[in-house]
């Protein structure tokens, strides 16, 4: 961002457009820096951009198309910059123009149906009205409520999703803008608004309409209670939804989304987080109670679970899939998946009337034959064991007697894992490839899951236990199979990798704590810094070339070049592995002193500043280096390392007594020297 400061800096350029006796606001937009300009609120260019006739100009630019021999300028940078005017959100210009109601007609005229309405201009658009929503809501709200045309137009075009951004907003999915919200909530419920809406998912109008149509509805729906929501959730439009969906059985679209509306009815937060507007609602709407199931809602959507049973058979479906384990003889299909998604999210609401209508119509036992008829699909399996805890779960024993024992789903579930292999049969969905070994069913973890439940439940439900005990394998299939199964894939016993790390456990030692972790840098910086922490590594013998470590006889060693890459990384890495950050070599408290004098004449070989006793220099932060060779030091014939680096060390571990009354530098280091052991303190 471009700051004016003076003295310091030239003169913008916008400065150098403004000082012209005769300027147009395309050489203003032709300026690389008028944004930062405008965000610094420059007084004579906002002066000049908040006139009647800029204000109208930049509309033009963001709501009229150029025309075909327009240069790129006219057709990209000047919609862009003048958008970005107005999201600057200054308000004079804002003023500008909601005070003028022929300016905020020119606006809204881009909704016009007999104009072109590309996807560049409407988002362009969209940001510009947005912003008015949150910094002029009042005066816009009274535009559109005196114009409510408007509304009409935007349910025209919500297959633009910028402008499905806009009614979203409007409708208020984001009631955080709207001062007088409850106010407006009410005259939008009083209008057709929602009608009109709900038509939009017509198997006669395109996938990308059902789609943004949808999402507006969840949006209503998950800002629940409001006058829009409560008439949404209503028995005549619920019907009014499923006249839409069963309307055509070949508009899958239709169906798809049309159901996606019926499950957030029943679960605002379910739909809220596979929403693309999800930010936008997770603060306000995330942490809040859930709202209870309207039961006319519930009783409006029973009548039709007849026709999405139907819908299940995919023995007239002649579509044909290949895959890498075989072919699908028809794919499940997304309709499908939905289907069994809102079954799910149903039967999660508790209602008994549902229940029941679930199991005379045989929906759960259909759904129950697709687990096994796709053993691969894992989104289907996920909603087979939702729908399978809820009938567990349930306070009816019809419905848990219909799962256990008319749909035999324990006796399925050993027969499954008894032949785990993907059967050869050409009449069931799933068909191996041929030539090849049939692989393995996909469906096992999901059946050793719900098996787990089974137990869980029956050990605290009489009626879960009586159905167990029926089948005479399941005590031995429990007891051998399914408990080995659960030893080898519970992951915290497993005694290699990351799994170790997951457990809480209380370490007894220091050495274990270091033998336990992941050997990557940050690792290895920690068991570094805490094998000098801890005197792992013992310098009582300052001649001895290589220090010892008390580990279980185990031998760290490390050459000069080696030290010097892993440090490297260290100090790039992770600051909380850091071998400087963490480690203590330079903490000289008390504690940590050994008893032994320290040497100066090992100091001796570094040159500190010229001298090695003391010295005057011209600037306390000022250090300089001697030569070279006095600070190669003394080389070790054996393996060549330095040992001038082991020296300065051991020069530091010194007694207490000998240190300064900072306690940073031995005695004897004053002046610069003092200065100097500072810094390399603080390095």
Partial sequence: ???KLTALSASSPVESVLDKENFT??????????IQECKALNTRLINFLRDRAQVEQLLRYIVEEPPEDAESKRAFKFPFIACEVFTCEIDVIFKTLVDEEELMNLLFSFLEPNRPHSALLAGYFSKVVVCLMIRKTVPLMNYVQAHQDVFRQLVDLIGITSIMEVLVRLVGADDHVYPNFIDVMQWLAESNLLEMIVDKLSPSNSPEVHANAAETLSAITRNAPSALANKLSSPSFVARIFGHALEDSHSKSSLVNSLSVCISLLDPKRSAVSSPLFHSFRSQHMYESPIPVNPDTVSAMLPKLGDLLMLLNVSSDEKT??????????????????????IAVLLRSGNEDAEKELVSSGTIQRIIDLFFEYPYNNSLHHHVDSIISSCLESKSDAIVDHLLRECDLIGKFLQTDKHPLLSGDTSKPTVPAAGKSAPRAGNLGHITRISNKLIQ????QSRVKACLQEHSEWSEWQTTVLQERNAVENVYRWACGRPTALQDRTRDSDDDDMNDRDYDVAALANNLSQAFRYKIYGNEDAGEDHGTLDRDDEDVYFDDESAEVVISSLRLGDDQGSLFTN???FAFQDDRMSNAPVGTSEMEEVNLNGTANGGNSSSDDEVVVGEDDELAGSK?????????NKNLMNGFNGNSGNMNPDGLCPNGWDGVNHQICKSVVQV
């Fill in 636 to 644: 070790d014939s054996v393996d060549g390392t330095s040992t001038s």
């Fill in 321 to 342: 899939l290949p895959t890498t384990y075989g072919e699908l003889r028809p794919p499940l299909g997304k309709y499908r998946l939905k289907i069994v998604e809102f």
């Fill in 1 to 3: 961002m471009f700051w």
């Fill in 583 to 585: 480690s203590n070599w």
């Fill in 457 to 460: 439940l029956g050990n605290s």
């Fill in 25 to 34: 606001l395309d050489e203003l937009l032709d300026e690389e820096e008028i």
